[in-house]
């Protein structure tokens, strides 16, 4: 695409990463914490919990998942709010991303990236939940084995791209700079979700394999998890950053066939 012609994709796709590194766990903390508010502890555990069960524990992701879930469940409000500052730092990290990419030396480009990802946070409860209630579901199929797993993998599949629409269509019309027109956010966001969802699918796959993620590091298992987890991270928002492009692509174009209207 034109708008990253001559922009380094890997290395902004590497800092938002490094942004979402030190966010990712506040996020998920608080939108843990603002689900237990609304529908209780008890419930979210119940939700989750064949979930748990179901994933592939050859990293520990049950453990860690169980983990995160509780901690979430037992945060104090200040706690969260302490939580809240990392949190922000995912909406600058992508604001500085795409303000490089398409609008170099904006202003208050960090604060402006901050606060407009608060809305996803304040909206994280409904989000969280409706994917919850689709996962004792799915999680049923993949235990049940055979083609079972297979259909529980394409429900898991729709209820994860139907959540994270919003969301990418939030991000590319107002955390990225620019007003993309509502038709082009909408398609590419949801296209772009459908691929991200895919993408998280395949990370789930990746867990499942026998691999000695170690190996590379002198046998030292987290340190090559934390890699992993974080080369998926990289790759996530390579998609992000595509879909980005591709928003801002119809948009100039819709302004240079407008321009000799206006003349």
Same mark, same amino acid.
């Given at each position: 695409?034109?708008? #990253?012609?001559?922009?380094?994709?890997?290395?902004?796709?590497? $800092?938002?990463?490094?942004?979402?590194?030190? @966010?990712?766990?506040?996020? $998920?903390? =608080?939108?843990?914490?603002?689900?237990?508010? $609304? *529908?209780?502890?008890?419930?979210?555990?119940?939700?989750?919990?064949?979930?748990?069960?179901?994933?592939?524990?050859?990293?520990?992701?049950?453990?860690?998942?169980?983990?995160?879930?509780?901690?979430?469940?037992?945060?104090? !409000?200040?706690?969260?709010? +302490?939580?809240?500052?990392?949190?922000?730092?995912?909406? /600058?990290?992508?604001?500085?991303?795409?303000?490089?990419?398409?609008? !170099?030396?904006?202003?208050?480009?960090?604060?402006?990236?901050?606060?407009?990802?608060? !809305? %996803?946070? +304040?909206?994280?409860?409904? %989000? =969280?939940?409706? #994917?919850?209630? @689709?996962?004792?579901?799915?999680?049923?199929?993949?235990?049940?084995?055979?083609?079972?797993?297979?259909?529980?993998?394409?429900?898991?599949?729709?209820? *994860?791209?139907?959540?994270?629409?919003?969301? *990418?269509?939030?991000?590319?019309?107002?955390?990225?700079?620019?007003?993309? !027109?509502?038709?082009?956010?909408?398609?590419?966001?949801?296209?772009?979700?459908?691929?991200?969802?895919?993408?998280?699918?395949?990370?789930?796959?990746?867990?499942?394999?026998?691999?000695?993620?170690?190996?590379?590091?002198?046998?030292?298992?987290?340190?090559?998890?934390? *890699?992993?987890?974080?080369?998926?991270?990289?790759?996530?928002?390579?998609?992000?950053?595509?879909?980005? +492009?591709?928003?801002?692509?119809?948009?100039?174009?819709?302004? /240079?066939? @407008?321009?000799?209207?206006?003349?």
């Amino acid at each position: 695409m034109a708008l #990253l012609r001559g922009k380094d994709l890997a290395l902004h796709s590497a $800092a938002i990463t490094f942004y979402a590194g030190i @966010a990712v766990v506040p996020v $998920a903390l =608080l939108a843990v914490w603002l689900t237990g508010l $609304a *529908v209780g502890a008890d419930r979210v555990r119940q939700l989750t919990g064949r979930t748990i069960a179901a994933l592939p524990d050859d990293i520990g992701a049950p453990h860690a998942l169980s983990a995160l879930i509780d901690a979430g469940l037992g945060l104090t !409000p200040m706690l969260a709010l +302490a939580s809240l500052l990392p949190a922000t730092l995912y909406g /600058e990290g992508l604001r500085r991303a795409f303000a490089s990419i398409a609008r !170099p030396g904006e202003r208050l480009v960090g604060w402006r990236g901050r606060v407009l990802w608060l !809305p %996803l946070l +304040a909206a994280a409860p409904a %989000l =969280l939940l409706a #994917l919850l209630l @689709a996962l004792p579901t799915t999680s049923a199929l993949w235990l049940r084995g055979g083609w079972w797993s297979v259909l529980g993998v394409v429900l898991s599949f729709l209820a *994860v791209w139907l959540v994270l629409t919003p969301v *990418v269509i939030w991000v590319f019309r107002y955390v990225a700079p620019g007003r993309p !027109p509502w038709p082009a956010t909408v398609l590419i966001g949801s296209f772009t979700a459908a691929n991200l969802s895919g993408f998280l699918h395949g990370f789930v796959l990746f867990c499942s394999l026998p691999l000695d993620l170690g190996l590379p590091f002198g046998g030292f298992t987290v340190i090559g998890g934390v *890699v992993a987890v974080g080369l998926w991270l990289y790759l996530f928002h390579v998609i992000v950053l595509t879909g980005f +492009a591709a928003t801002r692509a119809v948009k100039d174009r819709s302004s /240079e066939d @407008a321009a000799p209207i206006a003349r």
